[in-house]
């Protein structure tokens, strides 16, 4: 018979799974049931299901944190290191008015991406971007997103923004690169997003 503390322990455990499988549920429910959900995922963006987790956990969190810009079309959102897709790229664009710019050195072109609208790709090092290819004239606000990417941010930011304008913020969701002060500022905000089908889970923001 199992002791008072083994009982307490299978339930914490069992609440702890259950907590995590809700909110990984809520994840790909938002995608699956929003409007626009089954055109995205029918681009060929996402390999598999932890892929489309790491950019809904990244998404909703700007989505939330920014909510009030989400209807404005003058906000540049620069996403660096956004693999050989561009799966937070692709899922801004498609739930936001935001222009975003997907930047990578493995990125693919395919023709099907082509068709987002508000979507530029950038198959390069963030070093070796030197100008913008798009009218930024109109831009109030930059953001940048570092989801998992393997850079250093502040070595990042100062190639990028002198290209695409300062960042008013910086959300990173980040791997190998833990990075805690930007520009000497501590993050604002970060938790672990249980959400997030990675074992990298934790997402920052800076306010800058």
């Given at each position: 018979?199992?002791?008072?503390?083994?009982?307490?322990?299978?339930?914490?455990?069992?609440?702890?799974?259950?907590?995590?499988?809700?909110?990984?549920?809520?994840?790909?429910?938002?995608?699956?049931?929003?409007?626009?959900?089954?055109?995205?995922?029918?681009?060929?963006?996402?390999?598999?299901?932890?892929?489309?987790?790491?950019?809904?956990?990244?998404?909703?969190?700007?989505?939330?944190?920014?909510?009030?810009?989400?209807?404005?079309?003058?906000?540049?959102?620069?996403?660096?290191?956004?693999?050989?897709?561009?799966?937070?790229?692709?899922?801004?664009?498609?739930?936001?008015?935001?222009?975003?710019?997907?930047?990578?050195?493995?990125?693919?072109?395919?023709?099907?991406?082509?068709?987002?609208?508000?979507?530029?790709?950038?198959?390069?090092?963030?070093?070796?971007?030197?100008?913008?290819?798009?009218?930024?004239?109109?831009i109030k606000?930059?953001?940048?997103?570092?989801?998992?990417?393997?850079?250093?941010?502040?070595?990042?930011?100062?190639?990028?923004q002198p290209?695409?304008?300062?960042?008013?913020?910086?959300?990173?969701?980040?791997?190998?690169?833990k990075q805690?002060?930007?520009?000497?500022?501590?993050?604002?905000?970060?938790?672990?997003?249980?959400?997030?089908?990675?074992?990298?889970?934790?997402?920052?923001?800076?306010?800058?």
């Amino acid at each position: 018979m199992p002791s008072i503390i083994e009982t307490t322990l299978t339930k914490a455990t069992i609440d702890i799974v259950n907590q995590f499988s809700k909110q990984v549920q809520s994840n790909l429910d938002w995608i699956l049931t929003s409007n626009s959900g089954l055109d995205l995922l029918s681009l060929g963006i996402y390999p598999n299901v932890k892929e489309i987790s790491e950019a809904s956990s990244t998404t909703r969190f700007l989505r939330k944190h920014y909510r009030s810009w989400t209807k404005y079309n003058d906000v540049l959102v620069v996403v660096v290191g956004d693999g050989t897709s561009p799966r937070v790229g692709a899922m801004l664009a498609f739930h936001t008015n935001w222009s975003i710019i997907s930047i990578d050195p493995l990125l693919r072109n395919d023709f099907k991406w082509s068709s987002i609208k508000r979507l530029t790709l950038i198959r390069s090092k963030y070093e070796d971007v030197k100008e913008c290819s798009i009218d930024i004239s109109n831009i109030k606000h930059v953001l940048y997103v570092f989801p998992h990417a393997h850079v250093n941010i502040d070595e990042a930011l100062k190639v990028l923004q002198p290209v695409f304008g300062v960042a008013e913020g910086v959300v990173a969701m980040p791997c190998c690169q833990k990075q805690d002060i930007i520009d000497d500022i501590y993050p604002t905000l970060m938790y672990e997003d249980f959400g997030c089908l990675s074992s990298q889970r934790i997402i920052k923001l800076w306010r800058m």
